[in-house]
């Protein structure tokens, strides 16, 4: 393999295994708080899930370790959408049904690929399946319910929208079709939001900064606390373990 | 072709008798995580694993575990390498390790294809529809009471590989090997 393509597989491989990772920690923030136990077994669940998708990514970009709690902010290559706090629990429904449909469909490709990322993505395709099943009926369940749970979904969905255009953009490395994605995400996210009751909200898709934000080490303000937290205990106990 | 040794059938048949150490009535090789053991030389061994779910955390006690016993049968160097392709599936589980499950309390995965979540309806309240609806896949059954009359209380239980079912039944909870 040549420099310039190892150089690419790892800006990939980061791509994509700090989009899992900064996830997996944000849906790891909810136990202890998550409304009823089922939940909070299914949230930590799924946070597990993506935290293994993580470590065998990030293992194919570096150190696991070094790579998840010694990097800086700007150094973390993960989409916005998934640093977004959690917000109510419609936030992170919103949140977890916008990028689960989005990482079954990208997963699909790549496993069709022969690409790195092949054998992690036949993995992995069959149990972001079933995250896209639990966000879908928790939409429908919040969306079709009562005038509030309907009120704070609606909310939810909007407020995250401006985050989705970013799953969109190119990334080098990653062979897929994105406009093709674009096109099934759009149908599959429009039929979920319809059967709720609600409507793909209107208005632009990503901010200002149009290059690619979270993957040009571009980050909205609460990631750095969160990375603070995530990152403390192994910076002040170097090489700890147990 | 690959030729299979008698040290190499051996030692799998030892590696694979290893219980899960999460579901202690499975061995590896009834769970079908166990994928080869090669024979390097007189006293160094391969040993490829897959994951049940990528973030299983139960595949590294598993490795220790093989390398323990590899160890105390005169193996020197054991090498326990976790391989993602081709993808683990609960097909993999034999009827044997389906039949244990069932035992220990645990609806085992339903076979065949297709794989993958099943459409449940949810209400305002966790309770029986008042129609009953069409029986789309095969029921996942008791495993107390055998009865098929079972509702979906979380897709996610004790584990990820898990789901939690009620029975309408006995009336008692379960866990459910979730198809994947």
């Not at chain 1, 190119?170 to 406009?179: A, F, I, K, S």
């Not at chain 1, 990152?231 to 090489?239: D, F, I, N, T, Y």
């Not at chain 2, 051996?10 to 499975?26: I, N, Q, T, W, Y």
């Not at chain 2, 495993?143 to 098929?148: D, E, K, L, V």
Request: charged fraction near 25%.
């Amino acid at each position: 393999m040549t420099a310039s393509t190892s150089e690419t597989a790892t800006a990939a491989a980061l791509a994509l295994g700090d989009d899992a990772l900064v996830l997996s920690h944000r849906l790891g923030e909810w136990a202890g708080h998550a409304p009823v136990l089922e939940e909070e077994v299914a949230l930590a669940n799924i946070a597990l899930d993506l935290l293994g998708q993580a470590r065998i990514l990030l293992s194919m970009a570096g150190d696991e370790d070094e790579l998840a709690y010694l990097r800086e902010e700007r150094a973390f290559r993960n989409l916005q959408l998934v640093e977004q706090p959690n917000g109510d629990f419609a936030h992170t429904i919103a949140r977890q049904l916008y990028f689960s449909t989005y990482q079954r469909l990208l997963y699909t490709q790549l496993a069709e690929g022969t690409g790195p990322f092949a054998p992690l993505a036949a993995k992995a395709v069959k149990e972001v399946e079933y995250h896209q099943d639990h966000a879908e009926q928790w939409t429908l369940r919040l969306g079709d319910g009562t005038d509030l749970s309907h009120e704070r979904m609606r909310r939810a969905t909007e407020a995250l929208w401006r985050f989705t255009g970013e799953m969109f953009q190119p990334v080098e490395g990653v062979d897929v079709d994105r406009e093709g994605m674009r096109a099934a995400w759009l149908e599959s996210v429009g039929d979920v939001l319809r059967r709720a009751t609600l409507a793909l909200p209107e208005g632009p898709a990503s901010g200002a900064w149009r290059a690619g934000a979270g993957r040009q080490g571009l980050h909205t303000e609460s990631f750095g606390r969160m990375l603070a937290e995530m990152q403390h205990l192994h910076r002040s106990h170097p090489g700890a373990t147990w | 072709m690959v030729t299979t040794t008698a040290l190499e059938e051996e030692l799998r048949r030892l590696a694979g008798s290893v219980p899960d150490p999460e579901l202690p009535v499975l061995t590896l090789e009834e769970l079908g995580v166990l994928r080869a053991v090669r024979v390097h030389d007189a006293d160094s061994v391969e040993v490829d694993l897959t994951p049940t779910y990528t973030g299983c955390p139960a595949i590294e006690a598993m490795s220790v575990d093989i390398e323990r016993v590899l160890h105390e049968h005169g193996i020197r160097e054991v090498a326990v390498r976790t391989v993602l392709s081709p993808a683990w599936s609960t097909d993999d589980i034999s009827d044997e390790g389906r039949r244990k499950l069932r035992e220990f309390g645990i609806a085992p995965p339903r076979g065949g294809r297709p794989t993958g979540p099943v459409t449940v309806e949810l209400g305002p309240t966790r309770t029986t529809p008042s129609a009953p609806r069409p029986q789309q896949t095969e029921p996942v059954h008791c495993p107390h009471c055998g009865s098929a009359d079972t509702e979906l209380l979380s897709r996610f239980s004790s584990t990820a590989c898990k789901a939690l079912r009620r029975c309408l039944s006995c009336r008692e909870p379960f866990d459910h090997f979730k198809e994947l």
